[in-house]
């Protein structure tokens, strides 16, 4: 039986490049400044009004993370640089979800791929689940081959495209379930 990790807020998880580690307010000049057009185009939120709201957000989401309901992950290299964020929500239920943004100078250098299987190897020894969801704008072809080489690997489904309203416009999302080592 797996453990989860007594507190969630603590968990670092480090991959060849990268280094995942929980978020503080320390961080938000650096997301206010790069979650940004250019990177939410494809998401369900657009960039944050002021610094102030993306504190706001990060004061909420380390309260989750204590709680046991989330995991919210500050993505840097190796220099400490910063590269963007991860997280795992619903980490305390069967069916936890993944979600990531790299700022726009970091994508397409193979980072969202490395840093999505640490997360699943992370998820699949240490929670409990039935399957990962992975949900991506059908048009985010960067995102849905992560999707693929995932199922690939440890085996999954793709469900489907489902129409959802993502920042007040109806698209299509495909819905991906990645199924656990071994399953
Ligand atoms: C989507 C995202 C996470 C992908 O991470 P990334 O590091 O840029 O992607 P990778 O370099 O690991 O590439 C993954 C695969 O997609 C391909 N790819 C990457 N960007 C692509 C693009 N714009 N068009 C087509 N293919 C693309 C890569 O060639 C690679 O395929 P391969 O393994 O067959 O060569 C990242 O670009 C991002 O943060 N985008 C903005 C926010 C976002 O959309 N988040 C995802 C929400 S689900």
């Known amino acids: 039986m797996k453990k989860q990790p007594r507190s969630l807020a603590d968990v670092t998880i480090r991959s060849e490049r990268l280094i995942l580690r929980p978020i503080t307010l320390d961080d938000a000049r650096d997301v ?9 185009k494809m998401m369900a939120h657009g960039p944050n009004e ?5 504190s706001e957000f990060i004061e909420k989401t380390i309260q989750q993370t204590r709680e046991g309901e ?14 963007g964020l991860a997280s795992i929500e619903d980490a305390n239920h069967r069916t936890p979800e993944i ?7 970091a994508q397409g250098k193979g980072f969202g791929t490395e ?8 998820a699949n020894q240490n ?6 969801k992975y949900r991506v704008h059908a048009q985010n072809v960067g995102s849905w081959k992560i999707a693929e080489k995932l199922i690939e690997k440890y085996g999954g489904e793709f ?4 129409p959802e309203i993502l920042q007040g416009v109806e ?5 991906y379930h990645i199924f656990p080592e071994n399953s």
Request: glycine fraction near 4%; charge should be negative.
């Open 99 to 105: 979600g990531l943004w790299l700022k726009k100078a």
């Open 127 to 132: 929670l409990e689940f039935d399957y990962i």
């Open 159 to 162: 469900i489907g495209e489902t």
């Open 171 to 175: 698209r299509m999302t495909k819905v």
């Open 32 to 40: 206010f400044i790069e979650f940004n057009d250019n990177v939410t």
């Open 50 to 54: 002021s610094l102030e709201a993306t």
């Open 115 to 122: 840093l999505v299987f640490a997360l699943v190897e992370w």
């Open 70 to 83: 989330k995991l919210q992950f500050v993505i840097v290299d190796k220099e400490e640089k910063f590269l």
